[in-house]
Structures are given as C-alpha cells and as structure tokens.
C-alpha cells in the first residue's frame, strides 16, 4: 500500500515538473516505468485481495485503499468520456480496414464495391497522411504525457477490478 501511495504521489506532484526535462534528455522510456510501476501494484493487489485472508492482513491500510480506489473511480469517471471516445475513434478505423480487405478479397464482384474501395482506400491514404503529419509534430513530450495518459486508463481499469 505504501508504495502504492507513494507513485501516485510522484504521479501528480512530481511527474508534471520533471516531465519536459525528461523529455529532452530523451528519459522516456525511464519515466514510462516509473508510471507504469502503478498499474503493475494495482493489478497485483487485484490478484491478492482476491483472497479474503489478504484482506485480513490489510488492516488499517484497507481504508488507505479504499481512498485510492475511489479517488481512481472519480478520475475515470471525470476521463471516461474522452478515453472512451479515443478507443470508439481507433475501432472505427479498424472496421474501415476490415471492410476495405472484405471488399478486396470479393475481388470487385461490382461496380457499386469497386467504388466503395476506391473511397475507403482515399478515405484511409489521407487518415495516414494525417498520421505521419501528427507523428512528425509530435514531440518526445506529447510521446511522454500520452504514455502518461495510457498507463492511467490502465491502472484506472485495474481500480475497478480492485473495487469488484
């Protein structure tokens, strides 16, 4: 619990003043484990408390959990719409890929598919060109804070298998 409390800790207080020097001396990768040391102490105690004898053994650090967990819910509750919207927006792309490779392996039966892959293929030539655009103005800084971002989405999930 204590190491627990102490990376989320380093998460809001320390993180966001260090994270520019980190990202120009190129301490992503660093900085991503130390993030990601969170999730990892969430999911093990999913996996121990699953136990009712290690509830037992938590004692008074049960409520220091609880605190955590619920201040984990509201997060994802306050975030949950924009992660959400954020995973609707990847699975559509990949549905945009699915149907493009359908329509390919029916290998132009008509008229009417050729043209739909004509467009998903332009509609998805311009998605990657936005991409390499992106990537290319991406800096290491947005790479760390969206690091950030996905090691939050994942310990919030791993808070709410905690709270089950």
């Known amino acids: 619990m204590h190491e627990l409390l102490a990376i989320e800790a380093w998460r ?5 003043r260090v994270k520019r020097g980190l990202a120009e001396t190129k301490c992503g990768m660093r900085a991503y484990f130390c993030l990601f040391h969170e999730a990892t102490l969430v999911n093990l105690l999913a996996v121990c408390t699953h136990h009712a004898h290690a509830m037992e053994a938590l004692g008074e650090s049960a409520m220091e959990l609880v605190d955590y967990l619920a201040r984990r819910l509201v997060d994802l509750t306050v975030r949950g719409r924009q992660w959400a919207s954020r995973g609707a927006e990847e699975a559509d792309a990949r549905a945009l890929e699915k149907r493009k490779q359908a329509a390919a392996a029916a290998g132009g039966k008509s008229k009417t598919s050729e043209e739909e892959a004509k467009a998903e293929a332009e509609a998805r ?6 991409e390499a655009e992106a990537a290319e103005n991406q800096t290491a800084l947005d790479s760390l804070e969206q690091q950030a971002e996905d090691v939050l989405v994942q310990v919030s999930a791993g808070a709410v298998t905690l709270v089950r």
Request: proline residues 9%.
């Open 12 to 16: 809001l207080h320390v993180f966001p």
């Open 125 to 130: 030539a311009t998605r990657l060109k936005r």
